[in-house]
């Protein structure tokens, strides 16, 4: 099993940035699949997350309005559409993938909003 992110970054605040995350070794439409993230000195917490059946999707009331999250189940790949970055909005984003009890990690991608 694999989940590998990219695009992340530094950019400045107001900017935008998409993750992207591919998962392989699993049947990737029937998990729920999320992003966490993660600062420095902070827990870890979930920032969005889209599940399998119907694609309803969740989002931490900080990053509402501002992140998107979608998924390929063609392509095995979930994405994490960020716009109007803030300085707070940086952290370590990991991709998660979720069905009953087996549980997935990505490795993890820096994203930094800096000027």
């Known amino acids: 099993v694999q989940l590998v992110e990219s695009g992340g970054g530094l950019v400045q605040p107001g900017g935008s940035l998409r993750l992207s995350c591919a998962g392989s070794?699993?049947?990737?439409?029937?998990?729920?699949m999320s992003w966490y993230r993660q600062a420095p000195g902070k827990e870890r917490e979930l920032v969005a997350r889209?599940?399998?059946?119907?694609?309803?999707?969740n989002y931490a009331d900080s990053v509402k309005g501002r992140f998107t999250i979608s998924r390929d189940n063609a392509k095995n790949t979930v994405y994490l559409q960020m716009n109007s970055l803030k300085p707070e909005d940086t952290a370590v984003y990991y991709c998660n993938a979720y069905y009953r009890s087996n549980g997935y990690w990505g490795q993890g991608i820096q994203v930094t909003v800096s000027s």
């Open positions: 070794g699993f049947t990737f439409s029937s998990y729920a």
């Open positions: 889209i599940f399998s059946a119907d694609g309803r999707t």
